[in-house]
Nanobody, 123 residues
Framework: QVQLVESGGGLVQAGGSLRLSCAASGRTFSLYHMGWFRRAAGKERELVAAINWSGGSAYYAESVKGRFTISRDNAKNTVILQMNSLKPEDTAVYSC????????????????WGQGTQVSVSS
């Protein structure tokens, strides 16, 4: 059972940076794979980045490779998405998600979701 709350969104100019944080409840956080999704206006939800239970494996969408970094601190029950060199195309609502441990990584689905935080990048 996990409750997720995102923070850190905002408005930035192209080329700028933002750091999104996902705070998770519960004492079994280290048993979950975590992901960051985004949903832009008129677009399908997209998996941006994922990190496995231990933090030893990460996945990035091709569109953000080299610009975004996902990390986690299991002792603090937090997941971070560091976003650099932001582009207007990155504008979206970003949501944190959790899926109980599975051998598949990244997971094909996520059970727990946060409410999302808005990221807007101006040109």
């Amino acid at each position: 059972q996990v409750q997720l709350v995102e923070s850190g969104g905002g408005l930035v100019q192209a080329g700028g940076s933002l750091r999104l944080s996902c705070a998770a409840s519960g004492r079994t956080f280290s048993l979950y794979h975590m992901g960051w999704f985004r949903r832009a206006a008129g677009k399908e939800r997209e998996l941006v980045a994922a990190i496995n239970w231990s933090g030893g494996s990460a996945y990035y969408a091709e569109s953000v490779k080299g610009r975004f970094t996902i990390s986690r601190d299991n002792a603090k029950n937090t997941v971070i998405l560091q976003m650099n060199s932001l582009k207007p195309e990155d504008t979206a609502v970003y949501s944190c998600a959790a899926e109980f441990w599975t051998t598949d990584f990244p997971p094909s689905s996520y059970r727990y979701w946060g409410q999302g935080t808005q990221v807007s990048v101006s040109s």
